[in-house]
């Protein structure tokens, strides 16, 4: 079992950054795969960001290349979703999720563990 939990939402102007961490904690936090995922109201929860157990690794969604950054400290058993440059469709509540599985993957029912998420809200 892992437990997961968000922090670092906020409301931020069009063009502003925030910083997402997801701290981790029970089984052994660097075997897991872990992403970032958003919902906003009325649509379906959408992949933003991933990355491996090693950090070796990491994609993105086409809407949030260039401006989000994910990374991990596997000794501090967190992850962080560094984002910039932000737009009022970025606002969502923001998830982050632990997948046991050996490949990555930005499919949500491929996740084991999910965190309780956390608002972000873009102003224009």
């Known amino acids: 079992q892992v437990q997961l939990v968000e922090s670092g939402g906020g409301l931020v102007q069009a063009g502003g950054s925030l910083r997402l961490s997801c701290s981790a904690s029970?089984?052994?936090?660097?075997?897991?795969?872990i992403g970032w995922f958003r919902q906003a109201p009325g649509k379906e929860r959408e992949f933003v960001a991933l990355i491996s157990w090693s950090g070796g690794a990491t994609r993105y969604a086409d809407s949030v290349k260039g401006r989000f950054t994910i990374s991990r400290d596997n000794a501090k058993n967190t992850v962080y979703l560094q984002m910039n440059s932000l737009k009022p469709e970025d606002t969502a509540v923001y998830y982050c999720?632990?997948?046991?599985?050996?490949?990555?993957?930005?499919?949500?029912?491929?996740?084991?563990?999910w965190g309780q998420g956390t608002q972000v809200t873009v102003s224009s």
């Open positions: 029970g089984r052994t936090f660097s075997n897991y795969i």
């Open positions: 999720a632990a997948s046991r599985g050996l490949a990555v993957t930005t499919t949500p029912s491929r996740y084991d563990y």
